[in-house]
């Protein structure tokens, strides 16, 4: 039987986990109010976290007893880049036009976007459940779009939909990665994810920099750590840690911390609008998703773009 320690212990570290992350949005907020770009950040990121991510993939090779095959290798890389390259390019591009609070909340749809996928691609059943999710969350995320597009018109209405097309996406790899992660293992296969979205990200930051000149700012490098390591390592070895502890249904049952805790930091940190709408938005969305949390739960291992 489980210890009450590693319990609490194990729906900390998944709480602490899924704050970490839903932080990535306040990061880029601030640093595009310093004058970094996209791509920047992407590199930034990118740069400081994949030595940590090769160590973690070097241990968990070692521990294999069989090498994975050549094909298992470039599908997780191919994953890698949509997930770790194309989806974060889109979601820092889309944060640039709507607030942390409705990217969070949009990208917190993916779960909805893949039991749609699993009813067309598998033919799983769409239950009441699943329909009231769905009305819920989207009710959610719509109450807090509408707001923003009509303070912030096209602009708002633009970054809206490059997000959701992000969840989209993101939706995809979550439901082609789960067969490969249970090959290779969740730490080796971010590590062979993360790697191979670096040769893309790089190449991508190199090009651009070569066209907008952004100096590199002891502000904007302080804000590359912070996306690097408390907002990407660090919540990915928590979470891992914690579903060892705790097991996958409670560690997705803490999901609905992020979109709350990036709500309370957008309105402290950014000075975001933070009102009924807003707390109706939130309320919709993460009642609606935590609905869904079962079905999904297999997920929350690897972590989001």
């Avoid at 990217?103 to 009441?128: C, H, M, Q, S």
């Avoid at 018109?153 to 490059?162: E, F, N, R, S, V």
């Avoid at 907002?231 to 097991?247: D, Q």
Wanted: charged share 10%.
């Amino acid at each position: 039987m489980q210890s009450p320690i590693r319990h609490t212990s194990g729906l900390m570290l998944a709480a602490g986990g899924a704050t970490l992350f839903s932080l990535k949005g306040i990061a880029m907020k601030l640093a595009f109010a310093q004058g970094a770009n996209v791509e920047q950040m992407m590199a930034l990121r990118m740069g400081i976290s994949l030595p940590f991510f090769l160590w973690i993939g070097w241990r968990a090779s070692k521990r294999r007893e069989t090498k994975p095959t050549p094909r298992l290798i470039v599908t997780a890389a191919a994953l890698g880049i949509l997930s770790y390259y194309v989806c974060t390019w889109l979601d820092f591009t889309g944060l640039k036009y709507i607030s942390a609070q409705l990217e969070r909340l949009i990208l917190f749809l993916y779960p909805t976007i893949v039991a749609l996928f699993a009813w067309i691609a598998f033919g799983d059943k769409i239950t009441w459940r699943h329909a009231v999710a769905l009305l819920l969350s989207y009710s959610g995320v719509t109450l807090l779009a509408l707001n923003e597009f009509s303070a912030a018109g096209p602009d708002a209405m633009l970054g809206a939909g490059i997000v959701f097309a992000t969840a989209v996406l993101f939706a995809f790899y979550v439901t082609a990665s789960k067969p490969v992660i249970a090959k290779l293992g969740s730490p080796l296969f971010i590590s062979i994810a993360m790697s191979a979205a670096a040769v893309p990200i790089l190449i991508h930051s190199f090009a651009i920099s070569a066209f907008e000149t952004t100096p590199l700012s002891p502000a904007i490098l302080a804000n590359g750590v912070f996306l690097a390591i408390p907002c990407t390592v660090l919540p990915a070895l928590m979470i891992a840690e914690a579903i060892a502890r705790i097991g996958p249904g409670l560690m997705s049952a803490t999901g609905g911390v992020g979109p709350a805790a990036t709500a309370l930091a957008a309105a402290l940190i950014l000075n975001e609008p933070f009102g009924p709408p807003q707390a109706m938005a939130l309320v919709l969305t993460v009642t609606g998703v935590m609905l869904l949390s079962k079905p999904v739960v297999q997920t929350r291992q690897i972590p989001r773009p």
